[in-house]
Each structure stands twice: as C-alpha cells, then as structure tokens.
C-alpha cells in the first residue's frame, strides 16, 4: 500500500501562489510506472472534488475551475507529485490531498491511497 504525505499548503493573500508536493512512500518502483496520481480538495461543507490528474505517460487532466492557474507534475522517479498554484482566489480555500492508483480514469486515479492532506487558505 502506497503511502502519501502532503506538504506545501498555508495561507496566502488572493492572486498569490503555492506549491503543494505530496511523496510516495512504500511505493514499488516497478509497480509505480503504472500508477496516476492526483490531487483532490474538500472545502468545509462541500464534497471532494478532482483538481488535476497525471497518467503513467505524463498525460495530465484539470477541472475547469482551473482555468490555467495550476500545473500538475512529477519527479522522473513518479515518487513526489507536485502542484504549482498560481492567482489563487478565495475560492480555492480548501484541504488539498493526493492519491495513486494503478487504476486510472484517464488521468485520474480511482479507489486509490490518499494522503492526510494540506490545508490552503486564500484570503481576499
């Protein structure tokens, strides 16, 4: 079972940046090169949502809240997972967590490990 830590999350200012990093531990390297990754986000109240995907070919996927703020990649070693997040809005306000699979959904992993998440808060 592969395990995941987050990292990277805090608060920030509207239009700020972060980037989020989440590390796959316990992870066999063979077995990894089949695996996408992904990041997710749950704000207070509301159900988990998809925010990026990334396939065993690189191939990436975003919502459509995205709009081209954020970028979804990975070491060459597909161990760290990274999400660069740029003019944040309060809306993004949210606990950002990862997942890997070796069962994908495009880019999307499905029924996969989850970190215990990164809380980003924006403020206006």
């Known amino acids: 079972q592969v395990q995941l830590q987050e990292s990277g999350g805090g608060s920030v200012q509207s239009g700020g940046s972060l980037r989020l990093a989440c590390v796959a531990s316990?992870?066999?390297?063979?077995?990894?090169?089949?695996?996408?990754m992904g990041w997710f986000r749950q704000a207070q109240g509301k159900q988990p949502e998809g925010v990026a995907g990334?396939?065993?070919?690189?191939?990436?996927s975003y919502a459509d809240f995205v709009q081209g703020r954020f970028t979804i990649s990975q070491d060459n070693a597909k161990t760290t997972l990274y999400l660069q997040m740029n003019t944040l809005k309060p809306e993004d306000t949210a606990k950002y967590l990862c997942?890997?699979?070796?069962?994908?959904?495009?880019?999307?992993?499905?029924?996969?490990?989850w970190g215990q998440g990164t809380q980003v808060t924006v403020s206006s």
């Open positions: 997942s890997a699979s070796p069962d994908c959904r495009g880019s999307w992993p499905q029924f996969g490990s």
């Open positions: 316990a992870y066999n390297p063979r077995r990894a090169r089949r695996y996408c």
């Open positions: 990334i396939d065993n070919n690189g191939r990436v």
